[in-house]
């Protein structure tokens, strides 16, 4: 019966080849679930791939794209199926075919609000970037010393939850985060399942890494409380550029990747200088609204 099946959300904008790999390991999970598509108007054979696992698809028009609204468009569209609803990136693609049953038994108790599973790099990522993902996920170990951590990526949500508060619409970058965030602030849970695992990662060029912390640091501003210290360069860039650039070092000798010693300053070069530009923008524009 519909209620009783999960409904998985897939967004995808042209990632062929990794899309075809990810919807037939999706094809093998061991639950039952229902595929809805939302796909962004892709033209090079993404969608034509699609159509092979699912007709439940919903165009998302190029140049409209904007994550909160599209992701409450998926939500409403999965209303009829599970409470427990499932995203997954179209580049996520899951190491096996429990990716699923593993990431639903992060519902074990009641007020989680969401779940998020593992993400483990590709055999072609470049080091520091593998390095970055095994530190966010792994086995969950260094999250408890962060403020907050999540990934649409690879997740599912409550929909108990998103009723009391659906996903922003005015914020470009980390929806999920500021969800997940407000979700906490209103006594919810956030749950790591670590074996749930797909395999989804990016080598970066420089312009691209400061793109993307352009856009974290930007949300991070809006997203959370900062007072007088944490605002300060010194506290929220330099020394954190510096603590980076140590813990790459010290992974680059322990695994003799020396490559990654002289990369180490430069690309987190650009996550400093992008990080810091966002966020200043996004306080000034805090500033702005008070």
């Known amino acids: 019966m519909k209620q009783k099946t999960?409904?998985?959300?897939?967004?995808?904008?042209?990632?062929?080849?990794?899309?075809?790999?990810?919807?037939?390991?999706?094809?093998?999970?061991?639950?039952?679930?229902?595929?809805?598509a939302l796909d962004n108007e892709s033209s090079d054979g993404t969608l034509e791939e699609i159509r092979k696992y699912t007709d439940d698809i919903i165009t998302i028009p190029a140049g409209?794209?904007?994550?909160?609204?599209?992701?409450?468009?998926?939500?409403?569209?999965?209303?009829?199926?599970?409470?427990?609803?499932?995203?997954?990136?179209?580049?996520?693609?899951?190491?096996?075919?429990?990716?699923?049953?593993?990431?639903?038994k992060g519902f074990h108790e009641e007020k989680i609000a969401a779940v998020f599973g593992r993400q483990m790099p590709r055999e072609d990522c470049k080091p520091i970037f593998a390095k970055d993902t095994d530190d966010t996920y792994g086995d969950g170990e260094r999250q408890q010393y962060w403020k907050h951590c999540f990934s649409m990526a690879s997740s599912a949500i409550d929909r108990t939850c998103w009723e009391e508060a659906p996903f922003r619409e005015d914020i470009q970058y980390s929806e999920d985060i500021d969800w997940t965030w407000r979700a906490r602030q209103r006594g919810w849970k956030i749950q790591y399942v670590?074996?749930?695992?797909?395999?989804?990662?990016?080598?970066?060029?420089?312009?691209?890494?400061?793109?993307?912390?352009?856009?974290?640091?930007?949300?991070?501003?809006?997203?959370?409380?900062?007072?007088?210290?944490e605002k300060t360069f010194l506290r929220y860039s330099f020394l954190p550029y510096l603590r980076q650039i140590l813990s790459d070092w010290k992974f680059g000798l322990r695994e003799k990747k020396i490559a990654i010693l002289f990369h180490s300053p430069v690309i987190r070069l650009a996550q400093l200088i992008g990080r810091r530009k966002g966020f200043n923008e996004g306080i000034r524009e805090l500033k702005g609204k008070a």
Request: one cysteine or more.
């Open 194 to 229: 670590k074996d749930s695992k797909v395999y989804h990662s990016h080598n970066y060029s420089w312009k691209a890494f400061k793109r993307r912390h352009y856009g974290e640091g930007k949300a991070e501003a809006a997203i959370f409380s900062w007072d007088r210290w």
């Open 64 to 104: 409209t794209y904007v994550p909160g609204p599209v992701l409450n468009i998926g939500i409403e569209a999965a209303k009829d199926y599970n409470r427990f609803i499932v995203f997954l990136n179209s580049d996520c693609t899951p190491d096996n075919e429990f990716w699923l049953e593993e990431m639903l």
């Open 6 to 36: 999960t409904a998985v959300i897939l967004r995808s904008h042209n990632d062929m080849p990794l899309i075809a790999k990810t919807l037939e390991m999706l094809s093998k999970q061991t639950l039952p679930f229902h595929l809805i």
